[in-house]
């Protein structure tokens, strides 16, 4: 029954492509658009984008590229990069409407025309896609220009060899000086790709500075795209303080990416100059420390707590003051909550120590176990880092045990092995403690130290 339902169904849908097929044809056979050859592409596309084959609808999808309505335009273009490859052959036939469409009045229509054209990925039609590159790159319309600019890399990929004789490396160039701030960024992510084998992309520092003195023409990813190749050029002492001081009000930015990417760049530069490097460092903490506050999404707060970490490896007195900013929220996700308790434990110092205990024991009693056990291991580690509260803490760990709960147990326990070892007077108190709760502790190391 299975084998008979599956063999209607397979028929089923053939007769739904014939039928389609049919109707295309009739449409097709009429001048000008109406609404039923909407109707009929938009079926086409709908049965493609299920997985059912209608490949053999190309030569009516191909005649109903001739059209004044765009959004039929659009579905025919998309059904035509999706079968292209498949019907090299019959893909001959809409070579003359793309062209036909690259030259049309509408910068729309020449653009879409020029993508759908060098989407094809057939290798035979370089040789029509490299002069309407040519043309698209001193295009009027800045979205015909940038997406010629797209097309380039396109037939680098398919021709390099044309590419590089059609001299379009150059024409690349000249386009960083585009008064579009979005074609300028996609000839800088077309440059990196072509001279990706030849060592990569390295600007000149006199274009570099007129890119970043118009950063504010670029959208937040563009912006960040060139920030960040600012950081990969060599400088000298007077053009390091002058890219510093051209990304310094970035550091204002409301976009995280956009301020992560000035900080990235400022250490990058600074590297080998120990104190402008150190001064950065306690110039980006402030903008890190505000974004991370008014954080609204753990996607965002996680690479800024990263980049936090990163500074406190390099200067640990660096956020003694801001401790009660890395304290766990309750809606905070797991690795929200362990990032900033591994935080909170580097930057514990005797003055905050005694707070940040009090907010760790909070945290132990957690209903999830691995955040119940960072902030156990958190109290251990402060114990054994600052003796003045070894005493307390030791003290808050062995009234945990009272609670009797397996996971908390099992990490007090570790913890506690490592306290020991650090102060091997308060051994006889934590063995007496332990000797009543041997019941309620099912971690294996938990119950013998292999050492």
């Not at 920030?227 to 050029?233: H, T």
Request: proline content about 4%; charged content about 20%; overall charge neutral.
């Amino acid at each position: 029954r299975r084998v008979m339902m599956m063999m209607t169904s397979g028929g089923g849908k053939r007769d739904e492509v014939a039928e389609l097929k049919a109707r295309l044809q009739q449409i097709a056979s009429r001048a000008g658009s109406s609404t039923d050859a909407l109707a009929a592409v938009q079926k086409a596309v709908s049965c493609m984008t299920q997985g059912l084959d209608v490949s053999s609808l190309f030569p009516e999808m191909v005649m109903l590229a001739n059209t004044r309505n765009i959004i039929q335009k659009k579905l025919v273009y998309l059904y035509l990069c999706t079968y292209a490859e498949a019907q090299p052959d019959l893909s001959l036939l809409c070579v003359n409407t793309l062209h036909k469409d690259c030259s049309d009045s509408s910068p729309m229509v020449r653009g879409l025309a020029l993508r759908a054209m060098s989407s094809l990925r057939i290798t035979n039609l370089v040789e029509y896609l490299l002069p309407l590159v040519r043309d698209s790159l001193l295009d009027v319309s800045p979205y015909v220009r940038k997406t010629g600019v797209m097309a380039a890399t396109k037939l680098f990929t398919m021709a390099p060899g044309l590419f590089a004789s059609a001299g379009l490396t150059g024409k690349l160039f000249q386009l960083l000086d585009d008064p579009d701030g979005v074609v300028v960024t996609n000839a800088l992510l077309a440059l990196q790709e072509v001279l990706a084998q030849s060592g990569g992309l390295a600007l000149p520092h006199n274009v570099m500075f007129r890119l970043l003195a118009r950063l504010k023409d670029f959208t937040e990813w563009g912006q960040c795209l060139v920030i960040d190749l600012a950081s990969q050029l060599e400088y000298t002492q007077e053009h390091m303080l002058a890219t510093m001081n051209a990304l310094d009000d970035k550091l204002k930015h409301t976009n995280s990416a956009v301020v992560l990417a000035v900080c990235r760049t400022f250490l990058s530069i600074t590297q080998d100059h120990a104190e402008l490097h150190a001064a950065v460092v306690s110039r980006i903490t402030g903008p890190l420390l505000l974004l991370m506050e008014t954080a609204a999404n753990p996607e965002v707060m996680y690479p800024l707590l990263a980049h936090l970490k990163l500074l406190l490896s390099q200067q640990q007195n660096l956020l003694y003051d801001d401790y009660k900013l890395f304290y766990v929220r309750a809606s905070d996700p797991r690795y929200i909550k362990t990032a900033k308790i591994e935080l909170l434990t580097l930057i514990a110092n005797s003055r905050s120590a005694a707070n940040i205990l009090e907010e760790m024991m909070a945290y132990a009693t957690d209903s999830d176990a691995l955040c119940s056990r960072a902030a156990l291991t958190a109290v251990g580690t402060i114990a054994i880092k600052i003796p003045a509260i070894a005493t307390k803490a030791l003290s808050k760990l062995l009234c945990l045990l009272d609670m009797e709960v397996d996971y908390v147990a099992d990490s007090i326990v570790l913890v506690l092995k490592d306290v020991v070892r650090k102060y091997p007077t308060a051994s006889a108190e934590v063995l007496d403690r332990l000797e009543t709760c041997f019941h309620i502790v099912t971690e294996p190391q938990a119950k013998v130290d292999p050492q």
